[in-house]
C-alpha cells in the first residue's frame, strides 16, 4: 500500500471502529482518535479530558498518579494512604520503583502503610486516627525524614482536615508532614494527582532543607521512576560524561533531594508529563535551568546527550564524546545482531506519561516501525510534540479503551504491542507479541546505553519466540 | 517525647521493638487484605457473559483489573462509570445511565454486574433507584438483567463484597423458588477461591461422584483460559439458565465458611437447603466434601475416588518426615487458613503463628477449636486482625521454618531468612501456581510436593559437602 493508501485505510478503521458507539459517546471518542497526515490538519487529537462512562478505560485515578507515581518512590519518608485499605493495597510493591536502602530503617518504598477505614472513620471522621498513626508511624520507624499523607476518596467527601493535623503532628514530632490531595475523584486520570504531589512538594519540601553548595557540575533528574533501574542507568551514564547526579526525582530519592531539587546547575527531565510542573516553579522561583531529555535507544541518547553537554564547558563536551564514540560501536554491534529479526516489524504502543513519544526512536533504532500510540492521560501540549515524531500514517488514539484497542490491533495487524498488563493478556490470547511497558515487563533497565541491549532482547524476545508457533493445534483448521 | 535517633535492623529484630510494634493501635502495616469491590469483581467473572462494573471513581477499577491480571496472567475484563468530582456534587447517576448504555452497546453482556466502590457510598447514591431510572429512560433495555452489590472498601474485605455480589447476582437472575419446580441439582458454592484448579478438581470429583451440579459462581475458565489464537471476553462462567434457575436448586453446598454468609443466610430465608463445610484442603477437608456430596446423591463412593484417596495418604507417609515436628507461621484469609491448618495438624506439622487481618469472630473460634482438637496445634496463636508487620515481628523474635502466605509475605519470610511457599492470593512473582489443585485429594499431593521439596531445595543448597547427600 502507498502512503496515501495505508492513511485512507487507516482512517476507515477508525470510522468503522466507532460506528458501534451511541451519538454521544461516538461524538467525544471521535475527537481522541486521528490518523497523522502530511500536513498535519485533523491530526490532533482531543485529550485530558473526562473518560467516557462504561467504556472499559485503562486510566487509573489522582491517588494512583501522586501515591503511585510521584510519591511513592521516595524512600526515606513513610506514605501513609490515607482512607480505606484497597487503593494501598492494589498499589503496593506493583510498580518497580527500585529503591536502595534498609528496609523499614530508611527505605519504606515496599511498605503499605493504611489507616485502614472502617465505617466509623466515615462517619466519625478520620483525623484523630490520623493524628495517632502518625506518631505510631515515627514511633516505630524513627529514622522516616518524614511522613506524606496521601488521601483516597472518602477523605476528601467526609470533609476531613488533614492539613491541620498534618500541621500539627510536624509541629510535635519535628518533621516534615506532607498533606496530599489526591482523591481518586479529582481530575480525569492520573495526571492531576501527578500536579498535586508537585504541588506538595513545592509547598511544603522544596526550599525547605538544609541546603547544600552547588558544584559546577551538580545536576538533577526530574521525572524518573527508576522503573527496573532506569534511573540508576542515566546517573550511570551522566556521570561518565563529568557530571555529578545529586538528586533524582523520585526513583530512588530522598527527602533531601527533594528539598534541594533546585540546588543544581541544570535539571534535566525525564517525564514532563508528571513533573513540568515542577521544573517551570524552579526555573521561575529559583532560575534553575532545565532541559528534556530522552535516554531511549541511541539515536536519542546520542541526541539528549550532546544538548547536554553543551550547557557545560569543553571538558564535559569532550568526554561526551568520547562515550558516545565508546558506546555506539557497541549498539550498532546490538542492532546488527537483531537486525535480520526485527527490522522492518511494525508496533503499535499505548502507554502513560512520555512513552508512547519516547520510545519511537528506541524501536526506529532496531529498524521496527511504530504504527500506532496513544497517551493514557496526556495533555495537549504532549501531542503537539509527538505528532511531528511520527510518521505519516500514523494511528493516534488518546485515552483508547480495550474495544478500540482491540479493534485497531486486529485491523492494522503489527508485530508487537507495547502497553500495560490490562492489555497484555488480552493481545497474547490473540496470538500477538506483547510487552509491557510501563514496568518493563519485570525486566529492565532500558534507559541508557546500559538500556538499550536488554530493550533489544525483549522485544525480540517477544516477537520471536517460538511459543506463538505452538497456538494452533494441528488438527484444527 | 523519646526519640530513638538511630533505628538499625538488629534493633527491629528485637522482642522490645516487637511489643511497641504490636502496641500500636491506628495504623496497619501490610495488611492481608483486599477490598470489598474486588471481590464483587472476581465473583462477577463467574457468571456467563457477566461485564463487571464499578459505580464509583475510574481509579477502583483500574486497580482490581491490574491485581487480578497480575496473579493469573490473564485478561480481566471491567467497566466502570468514572465519576468525577461533578459526580460528588450531583451524584453519580448520569455517569451510571452513560455507563450502562456504553457497556451494553460496547461488550454485549448477557448481564451487568454493579457494585459501588467508595466514593458512590459516601455520597450515599441510590443504586436500585437509578438503575429503575436508567431502564425508564431506555439506557439499557427494560428487561436487561443487572445485579446490585454496595461494597465500599471501608466495610468487610474481598471476601464480603464476594459475598453480597454473589447474593446480588443470585436476587438478580433467579427465579422464585416454587415448589414444584425443584430441580436436582446441588449447587456448589466455591467462595472466593483464587485457584481455577481448585474449581476444575470439584468439577472433575463431581463428575466421579455422578452428582448433577452446579458451580456457582465459576470463573475458571476466565482466569485460566486457553490460548486458541483468539480472545473471547466472555469465557465459560455459570450459565444463565442455570443462575435462573438458582433458587430451585435440590440444595446448596458451601465450600468456604466466611467468604459466603449472607449468601448462604439468603438462601436459607428463601427456602433452599444449605450446607456449608469448610475449604476441603487435607485428607479430612476432602472427606467431608466427598460424603457430603454422596449424601446428596444417595450412591456409593466409586471406587477410583477412594484409590485417589488412597495415593494421597500414600503420599502423605511417605513425606510425613520432612513436615512432622516442622514449625510454620500461615497468613492470608479465614478460609484457606482453616484449610491449611486442617492439613498440617494431619501431616503432625506444627502452626505457630496464625496471622488472619481480615479474621471474623467466627472464624477466631473455630481456628480455635481446630488448634486445640490437635496435639500439633497446641503452640499456636492465632493473630487475628494483625499484618504483615506483626508477622515480621513473630518471625524474627520466635522463629519458624517456614512461612505460608501469598507473594507479600516475600520480604518477612527474607528477613526471618525462612523459605515462604507461596498459597494464597495474591501471586505475582512465581508462575502457574493458580494451575494446579490445593483443595481434594490431589491437592494434599500437591502442598506436600511444594513444602517438602522446598525444604529439601533449602537442606540442599545450605549443606557443607560433608553432608551433600545423593538420598534426603
Known sequence: MSIKETTDFRKQVVEDVLKIYPEKAKKDRRKHL?????????????????????????RGCAYAGAKGVVWGPVKDVVHISHGPVGCGFYSWGNRRNLA???????????????????????????????????????????????????SECPVG????????????????????????????????????????????????????GPGREVGPYDIGIIGDYNIGGDAWASKKLLEEIGLNVVNIWTGDSTMEMLQNGHLVKLNLIHCTRSMNYIVKHMEETYGTPWLEFNFFGPTNIRE?????????????????????????????????????????????????????????????????????????????????????????????????????????VQKLKPDLVGSGIKEKYVFEKMGLPFRQMHSWDYSGPYQGYEGFPIFARDMDMAINSPTWKSIKAPWTK | METRTKATTAWLNTVEYRELNFAREKLVINPAKACQPLGALFCALGVEGCLPFTHGSQGCTAYFRSTLSRHYREPVAAVTDSMTEDSAVFGGQNNLHEGLKNAYTLYQPKVIAVFTSCMAEVIGDDIKAYLGNAREKESIPQDFPVALANTPSFKGSHITGYDSMLKGLIECLATPRQADKINDKLYIVPGFDTYPANLREYKRILKLLKALYTLLPDNSDVFDAPNLGTYQMYSGGTPITEMNDALNAASYLFLQ???????????????????????????????????????????????EITFERGRAVDAMTDAHPYIHGKKFALFGDPDLLIGLVTFLLEMGGMPVHIVCTNATPTFITDMESLLAS???????????????????????????????????????????????????FPITDRVNLHRSPIIGYSGVINLITMITNTFLEEVDRNSTEAHFEMMR
Open chain 2, 374 to 424: 490437635s496435639p500439633y496445634g497446641q503452640e499456636a496463636t492465632l493473630y487475628a486482625g494483625k499484618d504483615l508487620w506483626h508477622l515480621r515481628s513473630l518471625l524474627v523474635t520466635e522463629p519458624v521454618d517456614m512461612l505460608l502466605g501469598d507473594s507479600h509475605g516475600k520480604w518477612a519470610a527474607r528477613d526471618a531468612n525462612i523459605p515462604l511457599v507461596r498459597i494464597g
Open chain 1, 100 to 150: 536502595d536502602g534498609e528496609i523499614g530503617v530508611d527505605n519504606f518504598v515496599p511498605f503499605l502503610f493504611t489507616s485502614d477505614f472502617q465505617e466509623n472513620d466515615i462517619v466519625f471522621g478520620g483525623d484523630k486516627k490520623l493524628e495517632t498513626i502518625i506518631h505510631e508511624v515515627m514511633g516505630l520507624f524513627p529514622n522516616a525524614k518524614g511522613v506524606s499523607v496521601l
Open chain 1, 157 to 208: 467527601l467526609i470533609g476531613d482536615d488533614i492539613e491541620s493535623v498534618a500541621r500539627r503532628t510536624s509541629k510535635d514530632l519535628e518533621i516534615p508532614v506532607i498533606p496530599v490531595r489526591c482523591e481518586g475523584f479529582r481530575g480525569i486520570s492520573q495526571s492531576l494527582g501527578h500536579h498535586i504531589a508537585n504541588d506538595a512538594i513545592r509547598d511544603h519540601l522544596l526550599g525547605k
Open chain 1, 304 to 408: 539528549s546527550l550532546l544538548k547536554i553537554a553543551k550547557k557545560f564547558d569543553q571538558t564535559i563536551m569532550e568526554k561526551t564524546l568520547i562515550v558516545i564514540e565508546k558506546y555506539e560501536a557497541a549498539m550498532a554491534k546490538v542492532i546488527e545482531s537483531y537486525h535480520s529479526r526485527l527490522s522492518g516489524k511494525k508496533v503499535m504502543l499505548y502507554i502513560g506519561g512520555l512513552r508512547p513519544r519516547h520510545m519511537i526512536g528506541a524501536y526506529e533504532d532496531l529498524g521496527m516501525v511504530v504504527i500506532g500510540t496513544g497517551y493514557e492521560f496526556a495533555h495537549k501540549e504532549d501531542y503537539e510534540v509527538t505528532i511531528p515524531e511520527l510518521k505519516e500514517g500514523t494511528l493516534i488514539y488518546d485515552d483508547v479503551n480495550a474495544y478500540e484497542l482491540e479493534e485497531f
Open chain 2, 257 to 303: 465458611t466466611y467468604s459466603t454468609p449472607t449468601t448462604s443466610k439468603y438462601l436459607a430465608s428463601k427456602e433452599v437447603p444449605v450446607e456449608t463445610i469448610s475449604m476441603p484442603i487435607g485428607i479430612a477437608g476432602m472427606d467431608k466434601f466427598i460424603e457430603s456430596v454422596a449424601k446428596f446423591t444417595g450412591a456409593e463412593v466409586p471406587e
Open chain 1, 34 to 58: 486521528a490518523v497523522k497526515e502530511d500536513n498535519c490538519e485533523g491530526c490532533a487529537v482531543k485529550s485530558n479530558s473526562k473518560t467516557v462512562p462504561g467504556v472499559m478505560t485503562a
